[in-house]
């Protein structure tokens, strides 16, 4: 695939799921730094909606994370299972891991990287674990026994490797209970691409 350049932020779990996906298919990046002052103008002339990732192909910008996955899934055909249902599936899933297990996670990271430790409100830690936690449920359910949440690896498992891998830097554990979903997360974590694309630094 020519030419890719993916403007990114390593704790970004929007970028992280694109990280995942273009490793994943064996697609071959330029990776830049969204946070460097240097390059902070240049990605945002190119999206008006002032965020990342931002992926770059030869002349065309493509910014929003689902987008981009889309994108990537109508140049390659490999990021979504063939049948309807499944596709849906899949969709639906990722949706979930923005829109729902984000939500709690984002009050546990925002409160534990926005302050030192010793000013942490953890009324707003506890509230927002507690609300992740209740939303795994819904995702147990959803994966069953199954390996991945539909017939291979797809939108899910790049959107929820993510947001798991997040959860876990900030100490939020998947608890025992759903037993299903931490079997799949240390099989995400074993694949070769949850260690070439997590974050290397600043996570606390
Ligand atoms: N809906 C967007 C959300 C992306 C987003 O919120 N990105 C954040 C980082 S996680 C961002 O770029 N914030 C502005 C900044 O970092 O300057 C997507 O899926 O791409």
């Known amino acids: ?7 990114d932020k390593p704790e970004c779990p929007f970028c992280w799921k694109i990280r995942l996906a273009l490793f994943e298919l064996g697609v071959d990046i330029e990776r830049i730094d969204s946070a460097d002052p240097a390059t902070r103008a240049q990605w945002q002339a190119l999206t008006p ?14 910014y929003e994370s689902n987008v981009i996955l889309e994108y990537l899934q109508d140049l390659t055909g490999q990021l979504l299972p063939k049948a309807p249902d499944a596709r849906a599936q899949a969709r639906l899933i990722n ?3 923005d829109g729902v297990i984000g939500t709690g996670l984002r009050e546990v990271i925002f409160e534990k990287r926005g302050n030192p430790q010793a000013h942490w409100n953890m ?10 936690e209740a939303a795994l449920g819904y995702l147990a359910d959803q994966l069953g026994d199954k390996t991945f949440f539909t017939d291979s690896y797809s939108l899910p498992e ?24 931490r079997a799949w997360f240390s099989q995400m974590k074993a694949r070769e691409s949850y260690p070439a694309t997590a ?6």
């Open 49 to 62: 909606r002032k965020t990342v990732p931002v992926l770059v192909r030869d002349e065309r910008v493509i």
């Open 95 to 97: 949706a979930y891991s």
């Open 123 to 132: 009324e707003r830690i506890k509230r927002g674990s507690t609300q992740f």
């Open 199 to 204: 974050p290397k630094h600043s996570i606390n």
């Open 158 to 181: 790049c959107a929820l490797t993510a947001r798991f891998g997040l959860a876990e830097a900030y100490g939020v554990e998947i608890p025992e209970r759903f037993e299903n979903l």
């Open 1 to 7: 695939m020519s030419n890719l350049r993916l403007y």
